[in-house]
Each structure stands twice: as C-alpha cells, then as structure tokens.
C-alpha cells in the first residue's frame, strides 16, 4: 500500500489558489481576463484566441470532474446556497451593496473559485474527518 499523504491547509489553499487563477484568468471585471481579451482579439489572433481557450477548458474539465466526484451535485448547490444566503445576509445588513455590481462580481468569482477548491480537497478533508477512504483513493 502506498504511503499517505499529509493533507493540511497548504494543500487545501494551493488547490484554491490554482482553481481561483483559472476562474479570474477566465474572466472579472478589469480588462485583464481571457474573456476581454477574446472578444478583442477574435479576429486578429483567432487560432492563438482558440488554443488558449482549449488550455482553460482542459483546466474546468480537470476541476469539475474532481468536484463533481467529490462533492456531486447536491454538494455543489448546497455550497452555491450557503455563499448565495451569506451574501444576502451580507446585503441586507448593509455591508455590501446591490449598486456596487464589481463587488458583487468579484465575491462571485471568489465563490465559484472557493466551490472548485473544495472540490479538489473535498477528498482529503472527508478522510481526515471521517477516516473513511474513497475507491479512488486504494491501490489495486
């Protein structure tokens, strides 16, 4: 049997930040995101526009796949909701506002970064918590 390896908050935060640069990179609100820069440069740098476009593809397939295995469906609206009721209680006490769409964009993005992050780690986490292996986790 292999060796187990220690799973803390580095691993969790490396996931994270990796699943956040591959959101943000995508698209936010500055003109510094593969979004933007497509729509300016479709015609004039259309196979460079399609390739990197491919690369964040391959990057969500990677994410989504191990969030979906890790946490399903179920998993992915409960978090959806729980950071969606936060941000409401967020709103209606005044510390964010509905006006602000930037804000509100970025706390977005962070979420939906925050939800592929636990993905990635979700494994890891329930182990520690549980002790309980997933199949994926047992040599053969």
């Given at each position: ?72 469906v179920i998993g992915i609206a409960l978090i ?24 509100l964009t970025w706390v977005g993005l962070i979420g ?29």
């Amino acid at each position: 049997m292999r060796a187990q390896s220690r799973f803390g908050f580095s691993g969790f935060l490396t996931r994270w930040i990796f699943a956040q640069i591959l959101v943000l990179a995508t698209f936010n609100p500055t003109d510094y995101s593969y979004f933007r820069w497509a729509q300016n440069a479709f015609e004039t740098e259309l196979p460079l526009v399609i390739f990197l476009g491919v690369v964040l593809l391959i990057g969500y397939i990677i994410f989504l796949r191990a969030t979906l295995r890790s946490i399903g469906v179920i998993g992915i609206a409960l978090i959806t909701a729980l950071a969606g009721s936060l941000m409401w209680v967020l709103i209606d006490r005044g510390l964010l506002s509905l006006d602000n769409v930037d804000l509100l964009t970025w706390v977005g993005l962070i979420g939906v970064g925050l939800i592929l992050g636990l993905g990635m780690s979700w494994s890891h986490v329930r182990r520690m918590l549980s002790g309980q292996l997933d199949v994926d986790d047992v040599d053969g």
